[in-house]
């Protein structure tokens, strides 16, 4: 595998579930993104890691709750979710965390919440 | 205020059309000018990048940015189906040592053969 790659590319899933979403670079990078991206809005970013340490959360609500537990892997566990968090939550990654950096997305996962 | 304002579109032209993609932005603190191309069921990519004020071209693609009216403008020269894709600006201002992007909410474009 190369690039940014995220399992499950789709998932439906209930208020009351517990689920993850998971992101794996082959990159070689350092900074690892989650973004949400909404029908009609733009995209969110919602959390950054830097080296593995959370550097940005954007007022993301705690039924998100990220974690990265290396430089190559980033999850995202969602639980008790509403329905307007259904979205494509994309995953992305860059060199370093910077506006120099290309940062490099994955395909998302489409999540929906019922 | 943060926000890039960005017409959805959809936007469609015949193949070899020349098309002008274009976002505005309130904020005058934004340096950076970005755009990606988002093909269905894939992730965002960059396509182009600038700092500040002027024109950057690549291959078919011209960016453009007015820094002065701030507005910020994509030309895609000699379209071509394969251009077919959702095509979204971003700006940032990188103050205080974050380098997040604003995104506008993208222009869905279809060039018909």
């Known amino acids: 595998e190369t690039g940014v790659t995220q399992t499950p590319r789709h998932l439906v899933m209930g208020m009351t579930n517990k689920k993850s979403l998971k992101c794996e670079q082959h990159?070689?990078?350092?900074?690892m993104y989650w973004y949400k991206q909404s029908a009609k809005k733009p995209l969110e970013l919602m959390f950054v890691?830097?080296?593995?340490?959370?550097?940005e959360n954007n007022s993301v609500p705690s039924r998100f709750s990220p974690e990265c537990p290396n430089s190559s892997h980033l999850f995202l566990h969602l639980h008790t979710l509403q329905p307007e968090d259904s979205a494509l939550y994309l995953c992305?990654?860059?060199?370093?965390?910077?506006?120099?950096?290309?940062?490099?997305f994955g395909p998302g996962t489409r999540l929906t919440v019922t | 205020q943060k926000e890039v304002e960005q017409d959805p579109g959809p936007l469609s032209v015949p193949e070899g059309a020349i098309v002008s993609l274009n976002c505005t932005y309130s904020?005058?603190?934004?340096?950076?000018f970005m755009w990606y191309r988002q093909y269905s069921r894939k992730g965002p990519e960059l396509l182009m990048y600038?700092?500040?004020?002027g024109n950057k071209e690549d291959g078919r693609f011209t960016a453009q940015v007015d820094k002065s009216s701030k507005y910020i403008s994509l030309f895609i020269r000699d379209s071509q189906p394969s251009d077919s894709a959702t095509y979204l600006c971003?700006?940032?201002?990188?103050?205080?040592?974050?380098?997040?992007?604003?995104f506008g909410k993208g222009t869905k474009l279809s060039v018909i053969p």
């Open positions: 992305a990654s860059s060199q370093g965390y910077s506006l120099m950096n290309e940062q490099y």
């Open positions: 990159l070689g990078h350092n900074a």
């Open positions: 890691y830097n080296f593995k340490e959370q550097t």
């Open positions: 904020n005058s603190a934004f340096q950076y």
């Open positions: 600038t700092y500040s004020s």
């Open positions: 971003a700006a940032s201002d990188s103050g205080a040592g974050s380098y997040q992007l604003t």
